[in-house]
């Protein structure tokens, strides 16, 4: 015989735990004690109308010149992403902007094979390209802030500061077959390569850091190799980044009552899962669990699965759990999933 469900009554919406004479009705997510990050304040300048803009650089005794069509919408979107990535190596794997980054490469590559470089004058011709970008921002002091560009977002944006170009010239390489990685100091970020020996020993003077040819991506001029001479001496202990694939989320829920029977109380919980991490977030596990506030006389749990999300997209999924009525309880979320810390979430204290 299937249980009676009683009609709900007319509970008063209330936040926390209630008296014995009212339930808490729609019960609500604590705050995350590490906080949402978000843009740091600075002014973000939106465009009305698509632009193109002409980027002319200098390499190996000639000057060359590259146009690329910016869509107003597309510069709008990345100038208002929250930043919400652990480091600014993430954004070297990122697949926000990727397809566009690619068809940059691909037209670098198409200008440079138009000349006949090589496969190394190739990457020589664009690290010059990245140097010599109009609005980049290197200086003698700390030239990077706490606003780390998306690859795409610094050539909309025509060059931005050390950290920026390092990104954007760490991804390129990458998409060009080498395994660029990130070097931080407390001034300067540049980019590091890993030379076979004989590329090495074709240059007398090398500036290398933990085995990674240096190279700057910030100021034009500076070959493989070869790095401002106010950066020198911030090589002493340098931070080497290597960029990788790391997936997260972050989980918002709320629940809210939805029927009663004698013996428990019903929540409906409703959660809201981001990818924020560097690619896709696969084979997620979500645990929505009921539980008393002290004691674990009762549990109960719900799961749910969600395969893949792609970086920055959203995905809705809700489940019931069951409460014994008259009870203090909390409500948490637990979510999980391979290259992931597993993570979680809890509610406020209610009543049932």
């Known amino acids: 015989m299937d249980e009676e469900i009683i009609p709900l009554p007319s509970y008063t919406e209330t936040s926390g735990v209630s008296s014995s004479s009212q339930v808490t009705w729609l019960v609500s997510q604590l705050p995350d004690e590490k906080g949402v990050p978000l843009n740091p304040e600075r002014p973000i300048t939106h465009k009305t109308s698509n632009t193109a803009e002409a980027y002319r650089w200098f390499y190996n005794g000639a000057y060359y010149s590259w146009t690329i069509y910016i869509p107003a919408d597309k510069y709008n979107y990345f100038a208002t992403l929250p930043r919400d990535k652990p480091h600014p190596v993430d954004y070297v794997m990122s697949d926000r902007g990727r397809g566009e980054l690619q ?17 190394i004058q190739r990457r020589d011709f664009i690290i ?22 998306y690859p795409i977002q610094t050539i909309y944006d025509g060059g931005g500061d050390s950290q920026d170009t390092s ?40 500036i290398q850091s933990e085995g990674y040819t240096i190279i700057e991506s910030n100021h034009p001029g500076f070959s493989i190799g070869n790095l401002p001479v106010q950066y020198h001496r911030a090589l002493k202990n340098p931070v080497i980044h290597i960029p990788s694939r790391n997936p997260d989320v972050n989980l918002q829920f709320q629940a809210r009552l939805i029927y009663t029977d004698q013996a428990y109380a019903y929540y409906q919980v409703y959660s809201t899962i981001t990818s924020t991490g560097t690619g896709p977030a696969s084979d997620l596990r979500v645990i929505m669990t009921g539980q008393p506030v002290e004691g674990l006389s009762w549990r109960y749990d719900e799961v749910r699965t969600v395969s893949t999300i792609p970086e920055g997209e959203v995905r809705l999924i809700e489940g019931t759990v069951r409460i014994p009525r008259n009870a203090e309880a909390e409500i948490i979320c637990t979510i999980s999933g391979p290259g992931m810390a597993e993570k979680k979430y809890r509610s406020q204290v209610f009543y049932t």
């Open 103 to 119: 068809g940059v490469v691909s037209e670098l590559i198409s200008l440079s094979t138009n000349q006949g470089f090589n496969e």
């Open 128 to 149: 010059a390209f990245v140097q010599s970008l109009p609005h980049n921002r290197g200086g003698s002091v700390h030239d990077y802030d706490g606003y780390p560009k």
């Open 167 to 206: 990104i954007l010239l760490a991804s390129i390489l990458r998409l060009l077959g080498h395994p660029a990685v990130l070097i931080e100091t407390p001034d300067h970020y540049m980019v590091g390569l890993i030379e076979p020996e004989a590329d090495r020993e074709k240059r007398k003077q090398i």
